[in-house]
T-cell receptor, first 113, second 110 residues
Framework: GENVEQHPSTLSVQEGDSAVIKCTYS??????FPWYKQELGKRPQLIID?????GEKKDQRIAVTLNKTAKHFSLHITETQPEDSAVYFC????????????FGAGTQVVVTP | EAGVAQSPRYKIIEKRQSVAFWCNPI?????LYWYQQILGQGPKLLIQ????????DSQLPKDRFSAERLKGVDSTLKIQPAKLEDSAVYLC????????FGPGTRLTVL
């Protein structure tokens, strides 16, 4: 089955700096890669996703890149703000898995003013 | 649009007791998922329904966990009997394409 590894497990950045989180996946059939943000005690919320037919997607300060050959994808947050502090999860699924998501272990991001 | 609803939000039980969680997905979402999220880890899929049929329950501990979605809408997840290691947040999600999560039920087994 699919295995997703996520790094780093914790990330501390100064407000205004950029943050990058990287994930690798094992199943070459995976074609959908969402990123979720989870604040303490709250539900995971989708912040951006990418499908395997594109290499990069951007939404304001957030961008995701995908390298299918290397089987890795990354989340980039620019101009970080204190409200970006949360746990971020990457995930992957394949078209033949009925949307089943395999999650990474999560990255705790702390943005210090 | 209303989101995924779950109840209860918190539950404390003693080991060997039984517990049930309820989920109401977003209207029109045929696919429903139950995840277990242990503190400090990512969500782990327990079971996935497509309408009222099970698509994947390969990671569901079937000796103690059961789930149903009788009319293809609401779903219940039951644990009987509970063990200490079942302490976690149980998340329900639904989708047509993108998965949307409910607020979860935080279970503490003493």
């Amino acid at each position: 089955g699919e295995n997703v590894e996520q790094h780093p497990s914790t990330l501390s950045v100064q407000e205004g700096d950029s943050a990058v989180i990287k994930c690798t996946y094992s199943d070459s059939a995976s074609n959908y890669f969402p990123w979720y943000k989870q604040e303490l005690g709250k539900r995971p919320q989708l912040i951006i996703d990418i499908r395997s037919n594109v290499g990069e997607k951007k939404d304001q300060r957030i961008a995701v890149t995908l390298n299918k050959t290397a089987k890795h994808f990354s989340l980039h947050i620019t101009e970080t703000q204190p409200e970006d502090s949360a746990v971020y999860f990457c995930a992957a699924s394949s078209i033949d898995s009925w949307g089943k998501l395999q999650f990474g272990a999560g990255t705790q991001v702390v943005v210090t003013p | 649009e209303a989101g995924v609803a779950q109840s209860p939000r918190y539950k404390i039980i003693e080991k060997r007791q039984s517990v049930a969680f309820w989920c109401n997905p977003i209207s029109g979402h045929a696919t429903l998922y139950w995840y277990q999220q242990i503190l400090g880890q990512g969500p782990k899929l327990l079971i996935q329904f497509q309408n009222n049929g099970v698509v994947d329950d390969s990671q569901l501990p079937k000796d103690r966990f059961s789930a149903e979605r009788l009319k293809g809408v609401d779903s219940t997840l039951k644990i009987q009997p509970a063990k200490l290691e079942d302490s976690a947040v149980y998340l329900c999600a639904s989708s047509t394409d993108t998965q949307y999560f409910g607020p979860g039920t935080r279970l503490t087994v003493l």
